[in-house]
């Protein structure tokens, strides 16, 4: 049992107040203040003057007293505690991403997400239905509007933790399509530490939403970044350490290669600052690996792996008359290697040189183009071969189609082209930039016959293009498009597919994943391969890409999966919002028997009239 | 600012049925038009969630540097500073410090003790509750509130946007009136609110240690707390005297008193003890307090003693 209103019991006072009634002789006008809370210093000096009588024994009293005991009574509102149940459909988002498996909240926060969500299976009522959404890098429905108890408890004894990001703009757009056509009959309820992938907007769905924050600090200190570089003296590992949390953090980083441990350096970090170290590496060394001792709370991005070997040159020949920031941005490109020349420098043999991969022309189209290296032409002026015309101003730049690799991570909203050549007869290749005035990068891939090649339109001096981050990130997925490497760069994220381009000729592509399970993920004698997208990367650590050539020889790359390093604190409040209204109603229900308090207090009232009158 | 704005209500006067939200308050369009130029000032850096004008303790997205550091290869190019390279020749990572806004959360009483006195209190209440709540939305910040008397209603919010002023004046309008003051629902409430600023408008007529927890509850959500004390004038300067039975208007207990110079000197000395009571309990949290008389224009209360006690500040 419970009482409602606790605070009502003050009423009780009244008991002492009729009781007082008799004692007193006095009758004051009364006058109401707002609270006799400054009055009362003054009531216990006067009390000592106060006339009192004895008190006698009364029916009256007696029946007042039980009469207000009774209000008092139905004034607490005692009341009886009764589960209540969900009704119509829950949607219930579970986040299953890396930072879930922070141990702030014991023994995880995913843990604690499953524990909630277990409860809110146990509330469910006789006709109520539960769906249940895994938000991980790629959400996925787990049980679909379900009221069978046993199954949502089997679908959530088998969820697992990704080490990837969460994706709540997927999770949101699968909640929705689970609502259907009645949104009205369901709420959601996202069982989250907040930490998800940007949502492009803030959200508004068609229901209510509860967000269910899941844990309590934001304490964490990770690797952030860890690359092999040439140093002066051989390659140098260099790790950037980051602190993320409020406090400071003192930390080891200790240096193994090739599994073996070989140095170690003490890190005192303030609270948001971070430290880059560097550690020399071995001769002969194939793997290197960071570790943070002692862990902390979210050790997941304490460790970071990489490959030793440097990166595989890409040598990449510009001919332009000395834009400074292309040149900049082609060398972003791990392993890129530029070499600059003016157009009056060009010699037509150079096309077939077989010393560079990517050929990078700028204001300059030379006569006969490369027929076996790829090559990338930007702000060419007129030329037939390329079907490119005069300048014009093209207007806004927005993508030829949505969620072109090519343009990922790439904003055009800021970016102002005051000119560009006119490509709109152009048959070059497909479009994936285009504007008012016609298209403005066109690329075309590789066949038997001739190289991969992009035509970028853009004046680069008649625009604010350069000084946008656009540009390096859009270059060097160009880079990567026309002269792709066999592995992709270095570090990965969990979760994110990468692209691999064996050389010609090969006939068996095998991944060894961490844990030393070895896949084919392709084997031929009569095609070319092309690129192959490989996406089973959920597992930090390195991954060895295997290729066999014809004559039996095979050449091992490597490619790293790491946990970013990022803050761990959990977010007060996501950027989703839904219809008005509690999405889960309380845990529990009281059912208040007051009324029938209040009906014996007015029994009692009456019969204490009845004697008085009699009395009387 | 929306032409309904212009309204008004002299303090004592019932606002008029059907007026617009803002008049309800009392909230006139000069007034309206002053509060633009203030914002409410917080002691330390914000963790909200939306872009704001506060500084974040996270690392965000503004156009603030907090830190950088130089580029190295494997870096992600997404977070490089391409301008910094334009101007410096150099390449170096973003760091960027967040800024973002916070919540400013108003709590109004709305108990009998409030409504005494021709509801001058409740009144004043409530019209402060809009003005802040405008002086948050026009700063970019977010802006919530409710009421709480015998337990907390009328939650509203968090909104954005000046446009969502006239709902949250309305919300602040049409809170329920009467009970008696539950100070533990207050507290337990003390969470529902995004972090931020939490504004609690009351009579604060209780004792201390009853307080003491809903402050308590208050900061331990990582709010910073302002308590803004409104009274009555008859309150502050009782005209009261004989012999009289005193009625609490909450809780109906009663004490009898003769009132004559002597008692009201006591009572005085009780509101001052108080008054230091209740300073010392908001110091303690730090917390801002501001006692205001209920019986000032509505613009002098808010454009005077508001920004006079630091609530709001330009």
């Given at each position: 049992?419970?009482?409602?209103?606790?605070?009502?019991?003050?009423?009780?006072?009244?008991?002492?107040?009729?009781?007082?009634?008799?004692?007193?002789?006095?009758?004051?006008?009364?006058?109401?203040?707002?609270?006799?809370?400054?009055w009362?210093?003054?009531?216990?000096?006067r009390?000592?003057?106060?006339?009192?009588?004895?008190?006698?024994?009364?029916?009256l009293?007696?029946?007042?007293?039980?009469?207000?005991?009774?209000?008092?009574?139905?004034?607490?509102?005692?009341?009886?505690?009764?589960?209540?149940?969900?009704?119509?459909?829950?949607?219930?988002i579970?986040?299953?991403?890396?930072?879930?498996?922070?141990?702030?909240?014991r023994?995880?926060?995913?843990?604690?997400?499953?524990?909630?969500?277990?409860?809110?299976?146990?509330?469910?009522?006789?006709?109520?239905?539960?769906?249940?959404?895994?938000m991980?890098?790629?959400?996925?429905?787990?049980?679909?509007?379900?009221?069978?108890?046993?199954?949502?408890?089997?679908?959530?004894?088998?969820?697992?933790?990704?080490?990837?990001p969460?994706?709540?703009?997927?999770?949101?757009?699968?909640?929705?399509?689970?609502?259907?056509?009645?949104?009205?009959?369901?709420?959601?309820?996202?069982?989250?530490?907040?930490?998800?992938?940007?949502?492009?907007?803030?959200?508004?769905?068609?229901?209510?939403?509860?967000?269910?924050?899941?844990?309590?600090s934001?304490?964490?200190?990770?690797?952030?970044?860890?690359?092999?570089?040439?140093?002066?003296?051989?390659?140098?590992?260099?790790?950037?350490?980051?602190?993320?949390?409020?406090?400071?953090?003192?930390?080891?980083?200790?240096?193994?290669?090739?599994?073996?441990?070989?140095?170690?350096?003490?890190?005192?970090?303030?609270?948001h600052?971070?430290?880059?170290?560097?550690?020399?590496?071995?001769?002969?060394?194939?793997?290197?690996?960071?570790?943070?001792?002692?862990?902390?709370?979210?050790?997941?991005?304490?460790?970071?792996?990489?490959?030793?070997?440097?990166?595989?040159?890409?040598?990449?020949?510009?001919?332009?008359?000395?834009?400074?920031?292309?040149?900049?941005?082609?060398?972003?490109?791990?392993?890129?290697?530029?070499?600059?020349?003016?157009?009056?420098?060009?010699?037509?043999?150079?096309?077939?040189?077989?010393?560079?991969?990517?050929?990078?022309?700028?204001?300059?189209?030379?006569?006969?183009?490369?027929?076996?290296?790829?090559?990338?032409?930007?702000?060419?002026?007129?030329?037939?071969?390329?079907?490119?015309?005069?300048?014009?101003?093209?207007?806004?730049?927005?993508?030829?189609?949505?969620?072109?690799?090519?343009?990922?991570?790439?904003?055009?909203?800021?970016?102002?082209?005051?000119?560009?050549a006119?490509?709109?007869?152009?048959?070059?290749?497909?479009?994936?930039?285009?504007?008012?005035?016609?298209p403005?990068?066109?690329?075309?891939?590789?066949?038997?016959?001739?190289?991969?090649?992009?035509?970028?339109?853009?004046?680069?001096?008649?625009?604010?293009?350069?000084?946008?981050?656009?540009?390096?990130?859009?270059?060097?997925?160009?880079?990567?498009?026309?002269?792709?490497?066999?592995?992709?760069?270095?570090?990965?994220?969990?979760?994110t597919?990468?692209?691999?381009?064996?050389?010609p000729?090969?006939?068996?592509?095998?991944?060894?994943?961490?844990?030393?399970?070895?896949?084919?993920?392709?084997?031929?004698?009569?095609?070319?391969?092309?690129?192959l997208?490989?996406?089973?990367?959920?597992?930090?650590?390195?991954?060895?890409?295997?290729?066999?050539?014809?004559?039996?020889?095979?050449?091992?790359?490597?490619?790293?999966?790491?946990?970013?390093?990022?803050?761990?604190?959990?977010?007060?409040?996501?950027?989703?919002?839904?219809?008005?209204?509690?999405?889960?109603?309380?845990?529990?229900?009281?059912?208040?028997?007051?009324?029938?308090?209040?009906?014996?207090?007015?029994?009692l009232?009456i019969a204490?009239?009845?004697?008085?009158?009699?009395?009387? | 600012?929306?032409?309904?704005a212009?309204?008004?209500?002299?303090?004592?006067?019932?606002?008029?049925?059907?007026?617009?939200?803002?008049?309800?308050?009392?909230?006139?369009?000069?007034?309206?038009?002053?509060?633009?130029?203030?914002?409410?000032?917080?002691?330390r850096?914000?963790?909200?969630?939306?872009?704001?004008?506060?500084?974040?303790?996270?690392?965000?997205?503004?156009?603030?540097?907090?830190?950088?550091?130089?580029?190295?290869?494997?870096?992600?190019?997404?977070?490089?500073?391409?301008?910094?390279y334009?101007?410096?020749?150099?390449?170096?990572?973003?760091?960027?410090?967040?800024?973002?806004?916070?919540?400013?959360?108003?709590?109004?009483?709305?108990?009998?003790?409030?409504?005494?006195?021709?509801?001058?209190?409740?009144?004043?209440?409530?019209?402060?509750?809009?003005?802040?709540?405008?002086l948050?939305?026009?700063?970019?910040?977010r802006?919530?509130?409710?009421?709480?008397?015998?337990?907390?209603?009328?939650?509203?919010?968090?909104?954005?946007?000046?446009?969502?002023?006239?709902?949250?004046?309305?919300?602040?309008?049409?809170?329920?009136?009467?009970?008696?003051?539950?100070?533990?629902?207050?507290?337990?409430?003390?969470?529902?609110?995004?972090?931020g600023?939490?504004?609690?408008?009351?009579?604060?007529?209780?004792?201390?240690?009853?307080?003491?927890?809903?402050?308590?509850?208050?900061?331990?959500?990582?709010?910073?707390?302002?308590?803004?004390?409104?009274?009555?004038?008859?309150?502050?300067?009782?005209?009261?005297?004989?012999e009289?039975?005193?009625?609490d208007s909450?809780?109906?207990?009663?004490?009898?008193v003769?009132?004559?110079?002597?008692?009201?000197?006591?009572?005085?000395?009780?509101?001052?003890?108080?008054?230091?009571?209740?300073?010392?309990?908001?110091?303690?949290?730090?917390?801002?307090?501001?006692?205001?008389?209920?019986?000032?224009?509505l613009?002098?209360?808010?454009?005077?003693?508001?920004?006079?006690a630091?609530?709001?500040?330009?």
């Open positions: 049992m419970a009482l409602l209103d606790p605070l009502a019991g003050l009423a009780g006072l009244s008991l002492a107040a009729i009781v007082a009634l008799y004692f007193l002789r006095a009758r004051r006008p009364i006058h109401q203040v707002p609270s006799t809370l400054w009362r210093p003054i009531t216990l000096d009390q000592a003057a106060a006339p009192w009588q004895r008190l006698r024994p009364s029916w009293l007696l029946l007042q007293l039980l009469a207000a005991a009774f209000v008092v009574a139905a004034l607490l509102q005692p009341a009886l505690a009764t589960a209540q149940a969900l009704s119509g459909q829950t949607v219930v579970i986040d299953t991403s890396a930072t879930m498996q922070a141990t702030d909240v023994p995880t926060r995913f843990a604690a997400a499953v524990a909630d969500a277990r409860t809110l299976v146990g509330r469910l009522g006789p006709r109520a239905k539960m769906t249940l959404i895994a991980g890098p790629s959400p996925r429905v787990i049980a679909t509007a379900n009221g069978d108890r046993q199954l949502l408890e089997e679908a959530l004894s088998g969820l697992r933790p990704s080490d990837g969460a994706d709540l703009q997927d999770a949101l757009q699968l909640a929705v399509a689970a609502a259907g056509p009645h949104p009205s009959a369901t709420r959601l309820v996202i069982l989250s530490d907040g930490i998800t992938q940007p949502v492009s907007d803030p959200v508004t769905l068609p229901f209510p939403v509860e967000y269910r924050k899941i844990g309590v934001g304490e964490n200190t990770g690797v952030t970044a860890l690359s092999v570089v040439p140093g002066v003296a051989g390659e140098e590992a260099v790790a950037h350490v980051q602190d993320f949390g409020q406090v400071a953090s003192h930390v080891t980083a200790e240096m193994f290669a090739n599994g073996n441990l070989t140095d170690a350096r003490g890190l005192r970090l303030s609270p600052a971070g430290a880059d170290v560097g550690f020399p590496v071995p001769p002969g060394t194939t793997t290197v690996r960071v570790e943070l001792v002692p862990h902390d709370e979210y050790p997941l991005d304490q460790v970071a792996v990489a490959t030793a070997p440097l990166p595989e040159r890409v040598r990449i020949l510009l001919v332009s008359t000395g834009d400074l920031f292309l040149q900049e941005a082609l060398t972003l490109r791990p392993g890129a290697q530029v070499v600059t020349e003016t157009p009056s420098a060009w010699r037509p043999s150079q096309a077939s040189d077989p010393a560079y991969d990517l050929f990078v022309f700028e204001g300059f189209v030379p006569d006969r183009l490369p027929a076996s290296a790829p090559y990338l032409v930007v702000a060419p002026p007129p030329n037939r071969s390329l079907g490119t015309g005069k300048a014009l101003s093209p207007g806004p730049l927005v993508p030829a189609q949505a969620n072109d690799p090519l343009l990922y991570d790439v904003d055009l909203a800021n970016v102002d082209v005051a000119a560009s006119d490509m709109a007869y152009s048959h070059f290749g497909n479009v994936v930039v285009t504007s008012a005035g016609g403005v990068l066109m690329v075309r891939p590789a066949t038997a016959s001739a190289p991969a090649a992009a035509l970028l339109g853009a004046y680069l001096h008649d625009s604010n293009f350069v000084l946008r981050s656009a540009f390096p990130i859009l270059l060097v997925h160009l880079s990567e498009y026309l002269a792709p490497g066999t592995v992709p760069a270095p570090n990965q994220q969990p979760g597919p990468v692209t691999i381009a064996p050389p000729g090969a006939t068996r592509v095998a991944v060894t994943v961490p844990g030393g399970r070895s896949q084919v993920i392709w084997q031929s004698k009569q095609t070319a391969a092309g690129t997208l490989f996406g089973r990367t959920g597992t930090p650590g390195l991954y060895r890409v295997e290729v066999t050539q014809r004559d039996g020889a095979s050449t091992s790359s490597y490619f790293a999966v790491d946990v970013p390093g990022e803050s761990i604190s959990p977010q007060p409040s996501l950027q989703v919002t839904g219809t008005a209204g509690k999405a889960l109603p309380a845990s529990s229900t009281f059912q208040s028997f007051w009324p029938w308090l209040a009906a014996a207090a007015l029994a009232l204490e009239w009845v004697v008085y009158h009699r009395a009387g | 600012m929306t032409r309904e212009q309204g008004t209500h002299a303090q004592g006067e019932a606002p008029r049925a059907g007026a617009s939200p803002a008049a309800r308050l009392g909230l006139t369009h000069d007034i309206l038009q002053a509060l633009e130029r203030l914002a409410i000032p917080s002691r850096a914000v963790l909200g969630g939306v872009a704001g004008q506060r500084r974040s303790r996270r690392y965000g997205s503004s156009l603030d540097l907090a830190d950088y550091r130089a580029y190295a290869p494997g870096d992600d190019i997404r977070r490089l500073d391409w301008s910094a334009a101007r410096l020749g150099r390449l170096f990572m973003r760091l960027y410090a967040g800024e973002e806004d916070t919540c400013v959360s108003l709590w109004v009483d709305t108990s009998a003790s409030m409504a005494w006195d021709q509801a001058t209190k409740e009144r004043t209440a409530r019209a402060v509750a809009g003005a802040l709540a405008f948050a939305l026009a700063s970019e910040d802006a919530a509130c409710a009421g709480f008397s015998g337990a907390v209603t009328g939650r509203l919010g968090p909104l954005r946007g000046k446009l969502s002023a006239p709902r949250l004046w309305a919300a602040l309008a049409d809170l329920p009136q009467g009970g008696s003051t539950n100070w533990a629902s207050l507290a337990a409430a003390a969470a529902t609110f995004p972090t600023i939490s504004v609690l408008v009351s009579d604060f007529l209780a004792e201390t240690e009853q307080l003491r927890p809903v402050l308590a509850a208050h900061r331990r959500a990582g709010n910073e707390l302002v308590l803004v004390q409104v009274l009555s004038p008859e309150e502050l300067r009782p005209s009261l005297s004989g009289l039975r005193l009625v909450e809780t109906g207990a009663s004490v009898d003769t009132l004559g110079r002597t008692a009201l000197d006591a009572y005085q000395s009780a509101r001052a003890d108080h008054a230091r009571a209740l300073s010392s309990l908001a110091r303690s949290y730090q917390a801002k307090l501001l006692t205001v008389d209920g019986g000032l224009p613009r002098q209360i808010v454009l005077g003693e508001l920004v006079h630091r609530v709001a500040s330009l």
